[in-house]
C-alpha cells in the first residue's frame, strides 16, 4: 500500500495520472471555508453543523469548514481581513447592512450572477421582496436572505398583571408604553429600582438598528436607499431620540445610561425589566427559558407602528475559485431551502425570509403551538431597513457615538444629532 502511494505521488507530480486524480475522491474535493456569527442565544452553533453535514452528505465532493466568528462586528473584520490577505471564505453570514463596504472593498459577487438555471431563478423568485430590497444595489443583487428578523417587543404578561394592567393588551403608541412602563416599575424600600418599565439597547452595533424603529414610527428615515445620504437633523429623527432620552430621564422607566443588547434577555428572564425590544431571534431562547407567562408584540407607533429589518445574508467572496463559488452558491441554496429555514425557524426565532418556509409543515405546526413567532412574520410590511449607508462601519459608529452621547446626558439629542450628520456629511460626500 504504502509503494503504491509513493508511485501515485510520483505520477502526479509527472502528471501522468490524470485519471486517477479524477477518480480520487480526496482530489475532487472542493473545499469551502464558511464564516458565521452568532449573535442569539441557545446551540447555534450545532444547528449549524448539522446542516452542513447533511450538506456534505448529499454532496461527497464539497467539504465545508463552518467557522464560528464571533458576533456580526467581528465575523465583518475576520472575512474583510482575510480577504485583503488573499485568503477569504468562499462564503459567509454578514449584515445585510454591509453590502455597501463588501462592494466599496470589492471583496464579493454578486449573487445574481450564478443564477442560470430554471430552479435557480425559482428558487430566488421564493424569497420576500422586502429583505431581498436591502441587498439590491447597482443593478445586482449581492446577496441572499439567511438569518433575517425584525425588532419585536417582549413583555412580562405576569408583571403587567400584578400590576393592574390587561396581560393581552401590550402598549400601541409611545404614549402607552410609558404608561405601561410606569405601571410595572418598582422600587424597593430605599427607593432603588428593582424593576425597570422598558429596556431598549443603546451599546454600540444595537443603537442604531432600535433608532431606525423609533424614528420609522415617527415617520421618517434615517438614510436613502443608495446609502449616499442620512436625514439625522430632521425634526422627527430628533423627537424620537428624545423621546428615548425621556424614558429615563423624564419618565423614570428606563435604565439611566445605556441597556446593553447582550444582557437584555438576561435581564428580561430574570425580571430586571418587564419590557424589551429585542431581535426575534431571541424568541426561542426566552420561550425555553422563561419562569412567567410572556408575550410578544409588534412595536408600537406614533401613531403608526414600525419596526425594522435586521439580520445577515449569505455573501460569497470573490478571490475564491470557480469551483469554491459554484460550490458556495449551492451552500447558500441549501441552506435558504424552504425545509432548512424553517427549521432554523423553529431552532433560533429568526424569521423565514421565504413564503415557502411559512407553508411548511414545521412552521405550520410551530406556530400552531407557538403564535407568538408570527409576530415578526405580520411586522414585516411595517418594517424599514437597517441603517446602512457607504463606509457603512464609520457612519453606523458615528451614529452610535451620537445616540450614546444623548443617551448619557453628555449632549442634547438635537446637538448630538446635527453633530453626527455633519460628520457623515464629509464622508459621503465622494459617493453623491
Not at 442569539?40 to 465532493?61: C, R
Not at 443583487?141 to 403587567?160: C, D, E, G, I
Not at 418587564?274 to 408584540?297: C, E, P, Q, Y
Request: zero cysteines; hydrophobic letters at 40%; a negative charge.
Amino acid at each position: 500500500m504504502h509503494i503504491i502511494k509513493r508511485n501515485l505521488l510520483k505520477l502526479a507530480a509527472t502528471g501522468l495520472v490524470l485519471g486517477v486524480v479524477g477518480a480520487s475522491q480526496a482530489f475532487a474535493q472542493t473545499k469551502l471555508d464558511f464564516y458565521y456569527p452568532v449573535q442569539v442565544g441557545g446551540p447555534v452553533t450545532k444547528v449549524i453543523d448539522g446542516y452542513v453535514a447533511k450538506f456534505m452528505a448529499e454532496n461527497p465532493g464539497i467539504q465545508v469548514a463552518p467557522i464560528y466568528s464571533g458576533n456580526y462586528n467581528d465575523t465583518t473584520t475576520k472575512a474583510l481581513t482575510a480577504a485583503k490577505a488573499g485568503t477569504p471564505p468562499a462564503i459567509a453570514v454578514l449584515l445585510a447592512t454591509d453590502v455597501f463596504t463588501l462592494i466599496d472593498e470589492d471583496v464579493v459577487e454578486p449573487i445574481d450572477q450564478f443564477v442560470k438555471t430554471d430552479e435557480d431563478k425559482a428558487w430566488l423568485d421564493g424569497f420576500m421582496p422586502a429583505y431581498l430590497k436591502s441587498a439590491q444595489t447597482e443593478g445586482h443583487l449581492w446577496s441572499v436572505p439567511f438569518q433575517r428578523s425584525t425588532a419585536v417587543m417582549y413583555y412580562n404578561k405576569q408583571a403587567f398583571k400584578d400590576a393592574g394592567l390587561d396581560p393581552e393588551n401590550y402598549p400601541k403608541t409611545w404614549d402607552d408604553m410609558v404608561a405601561a412602563g410606569k405601571a410595572v416599575t418598582q422600587k424597593d424600600a430605599s427607593g432603588n429600582t428593582t424593576r425597570w418599565g422598558i429596556g431598549i439597547a443603546g451599546n454600540v452595533g444595537s443603537s442604531q438598528w432600535m433608532f431606525g424603529a423609533l424614528a420609522a414610527q415617527n415617520g421618517a428615515r434615517l438614510m436613502n436607499d443608495e446609502g449616499t445620504e442620512t436625514y439625522l437633523t430632521d425634526p422627527k429623527v430628533v423627537e424620537a431620540l428624545q423621546y428615548w432620552v425621556d424614558l429615563s430621564k423624564k419618565n423614570g422607566v428606563h435604565p439611566q445610561g445605556i441597556f446593553e443588547w447582550g444582557t437584555a434577555p438576561a435581564d428580561f428572564l430574570a425580571g430586571r425589566v418587564s419590557m424589551i425590544w429585542h431581535t426575534t431571534g431571541n424568541l426561542t431562547n426566552i420561550r425555553k427559558n422563561a419562569t412567567f407567562d410572556f408575550g410578544v408584540a409588534p412595536f408600537p407607533g406614533h401613531p403608526n407602528p414600525a419596526s425594522t429589518l435586521g439580520g445577515g445574508n449569505f455573501y460569497i467572496f470573490k478571490d475564491t475559485s470557480d469551483e469554491q463559488k459554484q460550490a458556495a452558491f449551492k451552500l447558500a441554496k441549501f441552506l435558504t431551502s424552504d425545509e432548512i429555514l424553517a427549521d432554523w425557524a423553529v431552532q433560533t426565532g429568526y424569521v423565514a425570509p421565504r413564503d415557502g418556509a411559512w407553508k411548511t409543515q414545521t412552521l405550520t405546526d410551530y406556530t400552531a403551538e407557538e403564535p407568538n413567532a408570527l409576530v415578526a412574520l405580520k411586522q414585516i410590511p411595517n418594517a424599514v431597513p437597517e441603517f446602512s449607508t457607504h463606509e457603512n462601519a464609520r457612519t453606523t459608529k458615528i451614529l452610535n457615538d451620537a445616540l450614546a452621547a444623548a443617551l448619557t446626558g453628555n449632549k442634547t439629542p438635537e446637538k448630538a444629532l446635527a453633530d453626527a450628520q455633519t460628520e457623515i456629511d464629509k464622508i459621503l460626500k465622494q459617493y453623491r
